[in-house]
C-alpha cells in the first residue's frame, strides 16, 4: 500500500473510531471532500501508539464533537471499532486491487483456450474458463474505473437482468411476454414524465447510436413520408446540423441513412463545447442560400469529450422559428434529469421533438439499455419500422430499470 492510501485509510479509521453519544444539534457538518483532513490533528498520535494502548482508547467514550457528512452520523454510540477495522482493510484491498490485469491480445489468446472444438468441454474446464474471464477482464464496478461513460451496474440491476435471462423472454405480444410489456409500457412512461411531456412514446434500442439514427429517420419521415416506400428517389438534398463536439454517431447515421455525411453541418461551440445559437442560425440560412432543405438539429446534452450542455431553449427557439425537427442526444447526460440539483442543466427538453437516453450510463443500469422517446405520438415508430397493428413492438431493455424503480432509487 503506498503512503497516499495509507493515509486515506487511517483518515477513515480515525472517522469510525470516535466514540460518545452523538448530539446532533452540535453536530459539525463535514462534506466527503473535507473530512479526510480530520485526521491531521491526531494522526501523529495514532501512528506511534501501541495497538493494545490504541484499543483501549477507541473503547473509551469520547467527547469529541460528533461528525455528520449528507445527514449520517457516522461515529455514533454502537460504532463497533473491530468492524470498521475489518471495514477499512476490505476497502483497501479493493481500492489497491488492479482493475484488470491487462496482457496484449497474443498473449491473452495464450492464456485462454478460446478453440471451438467438436467435442464438449468438462464441467470443471469451464468453470476454470469462467475464473479466467474474471480474472482477465475489466471489473467495471471497480471504483478506479474511468475509461468509459458509464458506472458499472448495481446489484438491483443485475437481479433484474438474472430474472430476465433466466425467464428468456421476447418483447413481441402481450400473449407471450404480458409482465415484461407492461414493465417496459411503465418505465417509458416515467423517462417521458421526467422530460416534463404529457404524454410521448418510446421505445428501447441496442446502444444510443441506434437510437440517434432513429430519430433521423423519423424527423425525415414527418417531412416526407413517402421516403417509406419510395426510397430517396425524389427528396431534396436533406440537411441537419449538429453539435461540433457532437457524438460520433450523427455522421455515422446519416451515411447508413442515404442521407450523406456531407449533409451534416456542424455548428460551432463556445470555449465550454456548447453549441452557439447564432451559428446555428447562421448555418440554416447558408443551407437555404446553397438550395437545400434543413430538416433537423441535433442538440446535445453531455457531450463526450467535455461533457458539455447545449442550450436547449435557445436551440428550440430557433427550431420552432424555421419548423425543423429537433432531436436531443442525452444519451449520456439525460440521467440528470432524476436529479433536483442537476436537471437545470436540461433545462428546455420538453420543447425537444425526440431525445436519446441511456440508463446504463448514470442510472447503472446494465448495458446496453437505451430509450428513445418521441413527444408525438402521432408519428409513430410503428408507421415507420412496423405493422401498426402490432403495438407491442419493442425491446427487453426496460426491465433493468424496474427493481429500482420500485425501489425509489430513480424518483
Known amino acids: 500500500m503506498d503512503q497516499q492510501s495509507y493515509k486515506i485509510a487511517l483518515a477513515i479509521l480515525y472517522i469510525m473510531s470516535f466514540g460518545g453519544t452523538p448530539d446532533t444539534s452540535n453536530c459539525e457538518i463535514h462534506t466527503p471532500h473535507n473530512i479526510l483532513h480530520l485526521w491531521k490533528e491526531d494522526i501523529h498520535v495514532m501512528k506511534n501508539r501501541d495497538r493494545r494502548d490504541t484499543a483501549q482508547k477507541e473503547?473509551?467514550?469520547?467527547?469529541?464533537?460528533?461528525?455528520?457528512?449528507?445527514?449520517?452520523?457516522?461515529?455514533?454510540?454502537?460504532?463497533?471499532v473491530k468492524a470498521g477495522e475489518k471495514f477499512v482493510e476490505e476497502v483497501c484491498r479493493l481500492v489497491m486491487e488492479e482493475v484488470c490485469e491487462w496482457q496484449p491480445p497474443e498473449q491473452l489468446r495464450q492464456l485462454l483456450d478460446l478453440e471451438m472444438?467438436?467435442?464438449?468441454?468438462?464441467?470443471?474446464?469451464?468453470?476454470?474458463?469462467?475464473?479466467?474471464?474474471?480474472?482477465?477482464?475489466?471489473?467495471?464496478?471497480?471504483?478506479?474505473?474511468f475509461n468509459q461513460l458509464y458506472a458499472g451496474l448495481d446489484y438491483y440491476s443485475l437481479a433484474a437482468r438474472i430474472l430476465t435471462e433466466a425467464l428468456n423472454p421476447s418483447?413481441?405480444?402481450?400473449?407471450?411476454?404480458?409482465?415484461f410489456l407492461?414493465?417496459?409500457?411503465?418505465?417509458?412512461?416515467?423517462?417521458?414524465?421526467?422530460?416534463?411531456?404529457?404524454?410521448?412514446?418510446?421505445i428501447f434500442n441496442p446502444g444510443?447510436?441506434?437510437?440517434?439514427?432513429?430519430?433521423?429517420?423519423?424527423?425525415?419521415?414527418?417531412?416526407?413520408?413517402?421516403?417509406?416506400?419510395?426510397?430517396?428517389?425524389?427528396?431534396p438534398r436533406?440537411?441537419?446540423?449538429?453539435?461540433?463536439?457532437?457524438?460520433?454517431s450523427m455522421k455515422k447515421a446519416a451515411s447508413f441513412l442515404g442521407i450523406g455525411t456531407q449533409n451534416v453541418y456542424f455548428v460551432e461551440t463556445d470555449g465550454r463545447g456548447k453549441m452557439i445559437p447564432e451559428?446555428?442560425?447562421?448555418?440554416?440560412?447558408?443551407?437555404?442560400?446553397?438550395?437545400?432543405?434543413?430538416?433537423?438539429?441535433?442538440?446535445?446534452?453531455?457531450?463526450?469529450?467535455?461533457?458539455?450542455?447545449d442550450p436547449l431553449d435557445e436551440i428550440a427557439e430557433i427550431c420552432e422559428r424555421h419548423g425543423l425537427w429537433l432531436h436531443v442526444d442525452a444519451s449520456w447526460g439525460g440521467s440528470a434529469l432524476v436529479s433536483r440539483k442537476?436537471?437545470?442543466?436540461?433545462?428546455?427538453?420538453?420543447?425537444?421533438?425526440?431525445?436519446?437516453?441511456?440508463p446504463h450510463k448514470m442510472l447503472m443500469a446494465g448495458i446496453q439499455c437505451s430509450a428513445l422517446l418521441v413527444k408525438d405520438k402521432t408519428v409513430s415508430f410503428l408507421l415507420i419500422f412496423g405493422n401498426p397493428v402490432n403495438s407491442t413492438l419493442k425491446c427487453l431493455e426496460a426491465t433493468l430499470l424496474l427493481i429500482p424503480c420500485r425501489l425509489g432509487l430513480i424518483r
Open 59 to 80: 473503547m473509551t467514550p469520547s467527547k469529541k464533537i460528533p461528525v455528520l457528512v449528507d445527514g449520517v452520523v457516522l461515529n455514533g454510540p454502537q460504532t463497533d
Open 117 to 145: 472444438r467438436d467435442t464438449g468441454e468438462s464441467q470443471d474446464k469451464l468453470l476454470r474458463l469462467c475464473r479466467d474471464v474474471i480474472h482477465f477482464s475489466v471489473k467495471t464496478n471497480h471504483p478506479r474505473f
Open 171 to 179: 418483447i413481441y405480444t402481450y400473449e407471450v411476454s404480458p409482465v
Open 182 to 202: 407492461l414493465v417496459e409500457e411503465a418505465v417509458l412512461k416515467k423517462m417521458i414524465e421526467c422530460i416534463g411531456w404529457k404524454e410521448g412514446d418510446g
Open 208 to 235: 444510443g447510436s441506434v437510437s440517434n439514427m432513429c430519430a433521423m429517420n423519423l424527423a425525415r419521415y414527418r417531412y416526407y413520408p413517402d421516403v417509406k416506400e419510395k426510397g430517396l428517389s425524389g427528396l
Open 238 to 248: 436533406l440537411i441537419l446540423f449538429t453539435s461540433a463536439e457532437c457524438h460520433y
Open 279 to 309: 451559428e446555428l442560425e447562421r448555418r440554416i440560412g447558408q443551407a437555404r442560400q446553397e438550395g437545400a432543405v434543413p430538416f433537423l438539429v441535433c442538440a446535445t446534452s453531455g457531450t463526450t469529450v467535455l461533457g458539455a450542455f
Open 342 to 358: 442537476h436537471r437545470q442543466l436540461l433545462h428546455g427538453i420538453h420543447r425537444a421533438d425526440s431525445v436519446a437516453w441511456n
